[in-house]
């Protein structure tokens, strides 16, 4: 009966026939640690800003209603109240939707910025890594040769 090769050892053989330097992954593991804390840090800024707006807003809009809430003396008063109310609710809209799209577009822009170093960051990372991977294999496989 034949007798099947042991590719486990021979796999262990090979592998340890190419040397792999881990301090590539570690530097790559710490780009991308620094990138998260990064965007972490944009997406928590931008929360922060636009709860205020909604806070303002609503404050804002709680104190317009307690404008209408008010006894009035003649009912046309209550009708240029809720006039009143509404173009001010349409005056707070469009100024807290404009807030909220310059929250919008300071994140897009930090992101764009942050992609942009972490590419740069990665891609220098990676042709680091992938240098130093074919200097070692060519050695390696000089010394593979040379035997």
Sequence with gaps: MAK?????KMMKDMMGSFPI???AMQESFKTQASLAEKMSKVA?????KSTEISSKWTKDTLS???EITAVKEEPTD???AMTDFAS??????????????????KV?????????????????DMT???KKATDEMTKAAKKATAK
């Design 21 to 23: 330097d881990m301090s």
């Design 78 to 80: 209550y009708t240029k």
């Design 44 to 48: 928590i800024e931008a929360a922060e």
């Design 88 to 105: 001010a609710q349409a005056e707070m809209a469009a100024e807290n939707m404009a807030a909220f799209a310059e929250v919008a577009k």
């Design 64 to 66: 317009k209603v307690s």
């Design 108 to 124: 897009q822009m930090e992101t764009v910025e942050l992609m942009l170093a972490a590419g740069k960051d990665m891609g220098e």
């Design 128 to 130: 680091a890594a992938a």
């Design 4 to 8: 099947t090769d042991d590719f486990s």
